[in-house]
């Protein structure tokens, strides 16, 4: 069955960095398109960055761009998400997926406060 197994996550301070990775498996991953999507406490799930199937292309929030560089690594099966100049507005669950298949994984915490 498909799993998405999300990693990563942390408490860091305003201004730090992380690198969330997302291992994928039970389906073709190099045919998909993959995201990143992120959740507030209160807020509805919000689409952070997309990569496509070949990572020939990106694109990215307008509240993440420049500091946020979403990436993959099809052998491994693998999505990225590397996460610099992080604000407290950045805290949330952070999920990858596929949202038009229906692909979630069970997301990772992301705290950012001092």
């Known amino acids: 069955q498909v799993q998405l197994v999300e990693s990563g996550g942390g408490l860091v301070q305003p201004g730090g960095s992380l690198r969330l990775s997302c291992a994928a498996s039970g389906f073709t991953f190099s045919l998909y398109a993959m995201s990143w999507y992120r959740q507030a406490p209160g807020k509805e799930r919000e689409l952070v960055a997309t990569?496509?199937?070949?990572?020939?292309?990106?694109n990215y929030a307008d509240s993440v761009k420049g500091r946020f560089t979403i990436s993959r690594d099809n052998a491994k099966a693998t999505v990225y998400l590397q996460m610099v100049s992080l604000k407290p507005e950045d805290t949330g669950v952070y999920f990858c997926?596929?949202?038009?298949?229906?692909?979630w994984g069970q997301g990772t915490q992301v705290t950012v406060s001092s």
């Open positions: 990569i496509t199937s070949h990572g020939i292309s990106t």
């Open positions: 997926g596929v949202r038009t298949a229906g692909f």
